[in-house]
């Protein structure tokens, strides 16, 4: 197996070409001997992780095809992730399992196409048969479409239906186009895909005919820089006019507000740590509770990650009603003492304690392209020697392949626990027995059996409750540990207006950005 692989390859790409910029607004009236002002029509935004292409229905590339403006869904979460009507006019549930979703009359699909209730019912078919996290979120048992009207039928009650219209893998395609849907998705955004290069660049031209109103650009360069430190020097050079997921180290070289705006909110993007039930040290609650005992989540937050993230008393983040819970405090001492009372001790003073006559070592796995994970990492490999455990931190560029293999002891990734709004979608795919994301195969009974009443349940107060249930009965297994929760920032050049981060991670280009001159 390759270890230690770091950063993507690909500081080259901030120098690549862009999309030509010729187009002009219309100038003010001229004064004699001054020449006319003419305002950027291209913008050139920069992120450190990119989709394995622009097919919604693949993996989670339809966050990005999202973001780039390429696709929109039914409904749309605001400030507060709250969902509210978008390609859709309103969704109306006539009975438990039965939801009637009126659609906008005057959408189309980037080839002029109409969006009909058909066109969503084939797309929808087409997601289904591609991505198991769409059946999660809508559990759909048939549909009928009608004009602009598709009834939904569910296989049982899906009390966050709305929620689920939000989530990008729910968003619309035109199935009927003759193009490769990986490379050239005709969506209903107000951005059209020129061409992409995976871990390169994206290029994106304006729709014309957009449904929100003609774009204020002409187009955007989205390019994909895996070294964090070569996408701060970018946005510093004026070759990025925005960045995602800058490092919390750099955020202090962007202070200078007639330069910079920096737009951030308290988002849900955890820091999680999944186990891996197959390792035999790891079955073994004590050893679960021990390590999450070794985590100073204030000191990580505060200190290594400089304020760019949040400590969370449990799983989900503090802020949401359902958020707080009973969570393991850091204590060394006391992480020692319940490891001895389990009888897991060092035998033979090597230093490492260990389990039916096997020492306890295990491997870390993360990736680069999220600055902090590393570090985080490495303070959780130093706290654990103290308590006897050897954990070894394996660093990639991507950690996809191991998600998939389950070839990890321990696996730390960044993930946005609370994207629609709602506890459930987080509990269906990764607490839930056989989740869609559950990478290391957690199972508990008592957890599968709240999630199954939280997925019927339709009272706000008694989903809240149930949350909290369910948080606390993972915690109480030592099932996950989440370190805390991201801030969500832009790093923005002074000159581009319209775009605000949005706590949901969904969106980012859309019809109202513009630069100034």
């Known amino acids: 197996m390759k270890k230690k692989i770091f950063s993507l390859a690909v500081c080259a790409a901030v120098c690549l070409s862009l999309l030509s910029g010729c187009g002009q607004t219309q100038p003010p009236a001229a004064t004699a001997g001054k020449s006319a002002v003419t305002a950027p029509t291209t913008a050139v935004f920069a992120d450190t992780q990119c989709p394995t292409s622009l097919d919604l229905a693949q993996s989670w590339d339809s966050w990005y095809t999202s973001r780039w ?150 187009g955007a360069t989205i390019n994909i820089i895996g070294d964090t430190n070569t996408l701060s020097m970018a946005q510093q050079n004026g070759e990025s006019d925005l960045s995602v997921s800058m490092p919390a180290a750099s955020l202090s070289l962007f202070s200078d507000t007639s330069k910079y705006n920096v737009d951030g909110v308290s988002g849900s993007r955890g820091q999680v740590i999944f186990f891996n039930y197959k390792t035999a040290a790891l079955q073994e609650i004590a050893v679960r509770k021990a390590i999450s005992m070794c985590i ?45 009372n389990a009888g897991i001790k060092d035998t033979n003073n090597d230093g490492i304690r260990e389990l039916n006559g096997k020492p306890i070592t295990l491997r870390l796995v993360t990736y680069s392209t999220k600055a902090e994970l590393p570090n985080f990492c490495n ?32 696996l730390m990734v960044s993930f946005t626990m609370v994207p629609t709004g709602d506890p459930q979608y987080f509990a269906d795919i990764a607490f839930r027995t056989g989740g869609s994301s559950n990478y290391g195969a957690y199972s508990n009974a008592k957890v599968d059996q709240l999630i199954s009443q939280l997925d019927a349940e339709f009272d706000g107060a008694k989903r809240t409750a149930i949350a909290k249930e369910i948080q606390q009965a993972v915690i109480d297994d030592a099932g996950y540990i989440v370190v805390g929760h991201s801030k969500y920032f832009y790093v923005m050049s002074a000159k581009l207006k319209g775009l605000h981060t949005n706590p949901s991670e969904y969106y980012m280009l859309d019809a109202k950005v513009y630069k100034e001159s």
């Open 296 to 340: 100073d989540k204030d000191n990580y937050a505060k200190v290594i990650n400089k304020g760019a993230s949040v400590t969370t008393t449990g799983l989900y983040p503090d802020f949401m009603a359902f958020g707080k819970a009973n969570g393991y405090k850091f204590d060394i001492e006391g992480a020692k003492a319940l490891l001895d």
């Open 69 to 218: 403006g390429i696709t929109e869904t039914l409904f749309k979460l605001d400030d507060t992730l709250t969902p509210q009507p978008f390609l859709a006019e309103s969704c109306t549930m006539t009975d438990s399992t039965t939801w009637v979703i009126k659609l906008r009359s005057d959408i189309t699909f980037q080839n002029g196409n109409k969006m009909t209730a058909d066109s969503v019912m084939q797309c929808w078919k087409r997601t289904a048969g591609i991505n198991a996290r769409f059946n999660e979120l809508l559990k759909i048992a048939s549909m009928a479409a009608d004009g602009q009207t598709l009834t939904v039928k569910t296989t049982g009650p899906v009390p966050a239906f709305k929620n689920g219209l939000c989530e990008p893998l729910t968003g619309i395609i035109d199935v009927t186009a003759s193009g490769d849907p990986a490379k050239a998705p005709v969506g209903t955004g107000p951005f059209i895909p020129v061409s992409y290069e995976v871990k390169t660049k994206a290029v994106v031209k304006r729709y014309d005919g957009y449904w929100g109103g003609k774009p204020k650009l002409e």
């Open 379 to 410: 303070e959780i490999s130093a706290s654990a020697q103290k308590i006897g455990i050897k954990i070894n931190v394996e660093v990639y560029e991507s950690v996809s392949k191991q998600q998939k293999t389950g070839d990890f002891d321990l």
